[in-house]
């Protein structure tokens, strides 16, 4: 890895998740554990495409990197190394929003160029994208922050009250079968990823000796290879 190379860009993506078993063993989504594992080596496999059709230099961030015993302490290390490599603004997401696509990302980093602080909000009180500029960055606020809480969303607004906020369109974060069901609906039926999904969520189990199976909502590490990633 050759620290000393510049990108043009001042901005950086950090995809801060979990490697798919780990996120598998953590979200049982589906009951047979290798299905479930697939389904989350499916969203990271998206969450990364998506990124790298961005052209932005990109960081990733899972279990085996990550420093710190609170996830506050974890994210904010993550932030503060992607400074450390010269970036002015980091945009952090996850692998559980489905909805995500290049154009929120694309969003996200012009609205960073004018705005201290991003939120693309979930429904869950939470946020699928958050994007913060050095020059407003507080990490003990950040550190502090209630996270994986119903509370973020107001909470980062309030830590960020005195600087300047965006806001994107609310999506669904995924955390169990509904959410995934809700996903679904507000993904375009051309889209191959939606696909894909449902072929997990009809996929029939067999618990207690009983076939059920889940209906569909049919309505509803720094390298000038921008395509490849940074790990820390």
């Known amino acids: 890895m050759n620290l000393s190379l510049q990108v043009s860009t001042t901005t950086a993506i950090l995809l801060f998740a979990k490697s798919e078993k780990t996120e598998s063993?953590?979200?049982?989504?589906?009951?047979?554990?290798?299905?479930n594992d697939l389904l989350?080596?499916?969203?990271?496999?998206?969450?990364?495409?998506?990124?790298?059709?961005?052209?932005?230099?990109?960081f990733i961030s899972d279990e085996n990197s990550q420093v710190g015993n609170t996830f506050g302490e974890k994210i904010t290390h993550a932030i503060n190394t992607v400074f450390a490599k010269g970036f002015q603004k980091v945009i952090v997401i996850g692998n559980d929003c489905p909805e995500l696509k290049l154009h929120h990302l694309l969003k996200a980093?012009?609205?960073?160029?004018?705005?201290?602080?991003?939120?693309?909000?979930?429904?869950?009180?939470?946020?699928?994208?958050?994007?913060?500029?050095?020059?407003g960055f507080n990490a003990d606020e950040f550190t502090a922050i209630a996270w994986q809480t119903s509370s973020v969303f107001e909470t980062l607004q309030a830590v960020f009250s005195k600087q300047s906020i965006a806001l994107l369109p609310c999506l669904n974060d995924c955390n169990n079968t509904?959410?995934?069901?809700?996903?679904?609906q507000n993904l375009s039926f051309s889209d191959s990823f939606r696909n894909e999904i449902l072929s997990f969520l009809q996929h029939k189990l067999t618990?207690?000796?009983?076939?059920?199976?889940?209906?569909?909502y049919e309505n509803c590490t720094l390298n000038f290879n921008k395509g490849s990633p940074f790990f820390f």
């Open 25 to 35: 063993a953590s979200k049982p989504i589906v009951s047979y554990k290798k299905q």
């Open 178 to 184: 509904f959410d995934f069901k809700k996903a679904v």
């Open 40 to 58: 989350w080596k499916k969203m990271n496999e998206n969450v990364l495409r998506t990124v790298q059709k961005t052209k932005l230099p990109y």
């Open 109 to 135: 980093n012009n609205q960073l160029q004018s705005h201290e602080l991003v939120i693309g909000a979930d429904y869950h009180g939470g946020a699928y994208l958050i994007g913060v500029s050095k020059s």
């Open 207 to 216: 618990i207690n000796h009983k076939e059920i199976s889940f209906v569909s």
